[in-house]
């Protein structure tokens, strides 16, 4: 490649991170010529939550030749079941979704996948490091300079560009005070993985993913591809606040024994990993790009994982990135444009997901998940949201833009029956408490 990695550089592209979305662009950028560095500072496998993939990764992981690796460690995942308060569920399964995503995704356990991309980025020629950190870094007109520890031998590492894969260690985000964490939808999370976690009724294969909400938040059963299950309870901060000096297993434990449904499937279930726990975890860096920078997946931004986005986002954000990287490093006055498309692309799709998500718990939210009508196909549509497919299709987004509307609608009705049903209390208590001042 022209002018590719010449001294003062070792390479031309430095990937801080190899998780998906640092593997996946690793992988697409040395597909293209470019010598790329992937450093990552634990050694694979190591434990990463994040199990459930959807149908949009498919086609990405097609796109970097991974698929059939994919295939030979993940679960196949043909939907996703979200119960009713009555224990009862709704299962919306993507062979039902518009457009032309698969019509499936993969359960996966996490050390196994994530080792798989690592070592299928080494194989296309990154020259993909393990037990090596990225520090900090420094810009200058040329490029970028890494300062790196690699198991306590520090040095330095020259490049052209750099890609922050670093997931939510947000590595330029911290250096560059870029993060700003979401105030209005904190949330935590707890976990771990069981044997002998009931399957529902109507899905004995185990193929679907199930969402239960409960008082304190929502609660995910993902069967995993050895047969265990991971469970995780995702929750307001305060309420995993009140675990202080209480068993974590216990804790896990009570909290599960109020989600709706969990008893039947954890009746006779064994936990094989220990409970983990994440803190408040929502957040966005204000800027995606800069001169010889750009932000992947997490280490962009964070939302709460209720429909399982942030691996297919990660490795999503990664295939536009590679288009950014690869069209700056030909022809550098294009970067400032090339980055502004970014951005605002990964903005509009992350901002379709987001309004789904924050309104999550809301009373017509549930009602409308737990029994949707395909009035004007608009119920294909959420499956289609479901499956991964927010940015670019027509048709997806014109259902979204209506379910939006029906939203509005039964959000207002249910508005005037609130009021209504206050004003009777009201009137009830008025009533009461002139009866009681009344002589007798
Ligand atoms: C509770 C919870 C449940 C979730 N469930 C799902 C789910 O079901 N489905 C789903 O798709 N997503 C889920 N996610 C989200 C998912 O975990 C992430 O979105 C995904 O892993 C992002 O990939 P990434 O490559 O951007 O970052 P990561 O996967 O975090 O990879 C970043 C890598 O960078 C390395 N690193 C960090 N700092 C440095 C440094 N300075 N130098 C070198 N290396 C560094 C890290 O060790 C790591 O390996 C969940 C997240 C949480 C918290």
């Known amino acids: 490649m022209d002018g590719s990695a010449k001294p003062p550089f070792d390479c031309d592209v430095l990937v801080a991170g190899g998780g998906p979305g640092g593997s ?55 939907g996703a079941d979200f119960p009713r308060d009555d224990g009862s569920y709704y299962t919306f399964r993507f062979d039902r979704a518009l457009g032309d995503t698969p019509p499936y995704a993969f359960q996966v356990k996490r050390e196994d996948m994530d080792q798989m991309l690592f070592e299928h980025a080494r194989a296309n020629g990154v020259d993909a490091r393990e037990e090596t950190a990225v ?53 935590a999370a707890m976990f771990a993985h069981y044997r002998g976690v009931a399957w529902n009724p109507d899905d004995p294969g185990g193929n679907i993913i199930s969402v239960n909400r409960f008082a304190h938040g929502w609660a995910w059963f993902i069967p995993l591809p050895d047969g265990t299950t991971s469970v995780g309870c995702v929750c307001k901060p305060g309420y995993l606040k ?77 295939r536009r990135a590679l288009d950014v990287v690869d069209g700056a490093l030909r022809e550098p ?49 959420v499956i289609s949201m479901l499956a991964g497919d927010v940015f670019d299709n027509r048709q997806v987004l014109s259902k979204l833009r209506v379910f939006k509307t029906i939203y509005a609608i039964a959000s207002l009705i249910n508005l005037r029956r609130w009021a209504a049903d206050r004003f009777d209390r009201h009137r009830q208590n008025r009533m009461r408490v002139a009866a009681d001042a009344a002589p007798e």
């Open 333 to 381: 006055a294009r970067e400032a444009h090339l980055q502004n498309r970014y951005a605002k692309h990964l903005r509009q799709g992350y901002a379709r997901f987001a309004w789904f998500i924050y309104r999550f718990n809301s009373p017509v939210m549930k009602a409308l998940f737990a029994d949707p009508r395909n009035v004007m196909q608009v119920e294909q549509g």
């Open 24 to 78: 996946t662009i690793s992988t697409l950028l040395a597909r293209r010529g470019w010598r790329v560095a992937m450093l990552e500072k634990s050694r694979h496998p190591r434990f990463h939550i994040g199990e459930s993939l959807l149908p949009a990764n498919i086609p990405l992981f097609e796109e970097i030749g991974a698929l059939e690796k994919l295939r030979a460690l993940g679960r196949l995942k043909l």
């Open 242 to 318: 009140t675990r202080q000096g209480a068993n974590h297993d216990d804790f896990m434990a009570s909290t599960l024994a109020i989600v709706p449904g969990a008893g039947r499937r954890m009746a006779g279930a064994e936990r094989v990993t220990p409970v983990r726990f994440t803190g408040n975890y929502s957040y966005a860096c204000r800027r995606m790009a800069g001169p010889r920078w750009i932000l992947v997946g997490d280490a962009w931004a964070f939302l709460d994982p209720v429909f399982s986005s942030g691996v297919f986002l990660s490795m999503y954000s990664a």
């Open 135 to 187: 520090q900090r870094v420094e810009f200058d007109a040329a490029g970028v300079t890494a300062h790196i520890d690699a198991g306590g031998a520090k040095s330095t590492l020259r490049a052209r560009y750099l890609v922050d894969a670093s997931g939510r260690d947000t590595l330029l985000g911290k250096q560059l005070k870029l993060v700003e964490r979401s105030a209005a939808h904190q949330s």
